[in-house]
């Protein structure tokens, strides 16, 4: 089975419409973050969370919403979806950079949003 | 502003030949610096990481080297295969606080039979 899973893997919305992506990891890392990638345009954090009682913002959290349920568990919420926000969203966890795995980066293998 | 910068934006070559990706940062104060594999409509898969005493890691076919003072890391790849057609992503961390990283747009790399 996948460390990092997310749900759906893809989903066709409309503009308006309430989305939430789920991201589930069984790697035990603490750390989890949620990115969305655009053509031309890399990886852009949306949201951060390094505990469960940790939630923060990334460089571009306007009309995202999230959720830490549990340490394995990281929820991205569209509260009114909009098209621009067509994009691919990978879900990610690691542990500390003092580890030995350095704090590297895991990823899921992501949810395609089409917002009409 | 903390920034990563990757060269070329695309690079097509042919299947068995060699080739090297550049990367330059800004990033400070630096913690590691990592290259990720990206296969079309996939996530990111770690290659390569190092830390600033660290000159030169390899996995396989892929060998990055990272220079601090320049601030410069480059990725090359031996014997290119056709699997090798991916986008390849520069990723840099600050060193102390979060450690949050900060990502490469990357290079797209096409490799022809």
Same mark, same amino acid.
């Given at each position: 089975?996948?460390?990092?899973?997310?749900?759906?893997?893809?989903?066709?919305?409309?503009?308006?419409?309430?989305?939430?992506?789920?991201?589930?990891?069984?790697?035990?890392?603490?750390?989890? /973050?949620?990115y969305?990638?655009?053509?031309?345009?890399? &990886?852009r954090l949306i949201? /951060?969370?390094?505990?469960?009682?940790?939630?923060?913002?990334g460089e571009?959290?306007?009309? /995202?919403?999230?959720?830490?349920?549990?340490?394995?568990?990281? *929820? $991205? *919420? &569209?509260? *009114?979806?909009?098209?621009?926000?067509?994009?691919? /969203?990978?879900?990610?966890? *690691?542990? &500390? %950079?003092?580890?030995?795995?350095?704090?590297?980066?895991?990823?899921? %293998?992501?949810?395609?949003? &089409?917002? $009409? | 502003?903390?920034? =990563?910068?990757?060269?070329?934006?695309?690079?097509? !070559?042919?299947?068995?030949?060699?080739?090297?990706?550049?990367?330059?940062?800004?990033?400070?104060?630096?913690? #590691?610096?990592?290259?990720?594999?990206?296969?079309?409509?996939?996530?990111?898969?770690?290659?390569? !990481?190092?830390?600033?005493?660290? #000159?030169?890691?390899?996995?396989?076919?892929?060998?990055?080297?990272?220079?601090?003072?320049?601030?410069?890391?480059?990725?090359?790849?031996?014997?290119?295969?056709?699997?090798?057609?991916?986008?390849?992503?520069?990723? =840099?961390?600050?060193?102390?606080?979060?450690?949050?990283?900060?990502?490469?747009?990357?290079?797209?790399?096409?490799?022809?039979?």
């Open positions: 089975d996948a460390d990092v899973t997310q749900t759906p893997r893809n989903r066709i919305t409309k503009t308006g419409k309430r989305i939430m992506l789920e991201c589930s990891q069984t790697k035990g890392h603490d750390r989890m /973050y949620w969305r990638q655009d053509p031309g345009l890399g &990886l949201y /951060y969370s390094f505990d469960v009682k940790d939630i923060n913002k571009i959290s306007d009309g /995202y919403s999230v959720s830490r349920q549990a340490q394995a568990k990281f *929820s $991205l *919420s &569209l509260e *009114s979806a909009i098209p621009n926000q067509t994009a691919l /969203y990978f879900c990610a966890t *690691s542990d &500390l %950079p003092g580890t030995t795995s350095r704090g590297n980066q895991y990823f899921g %293998p992501g949810t395609r949003l &089409l917002v $009409l | 502003k903390n920034q =990563v910068e990757q060269s070329p934006q695309s690079l097509i !070559i042919l299947e068995g030949k060699n080739c090297t990706l550049q990367c330059n940062y800004t990033v400070s104060p630096f913690s #590691n610096l990592r290259w990720y594999k990206q296969d079309t409509g996939r996530g990111p898969v770690s290659l390569t !990481i190092m830390t600033f005493s660290e #000159n030169t890691k390899s996995n396989g076919r892929y060998t990055a080297t990272l220079d601090a003072d320049t601030k410069q890391s480059s990725l090359h790849i031996t014997a290119s295969q056709l699997s090798d057609s991916a986008s390849y992503i520069c990723v =840099v961390s600050l060193s102390g606080g979060s450690y949050i990283p900060t990502f490469g747009r990357g290079t797209s790399l096409i490799v022809h039979p």
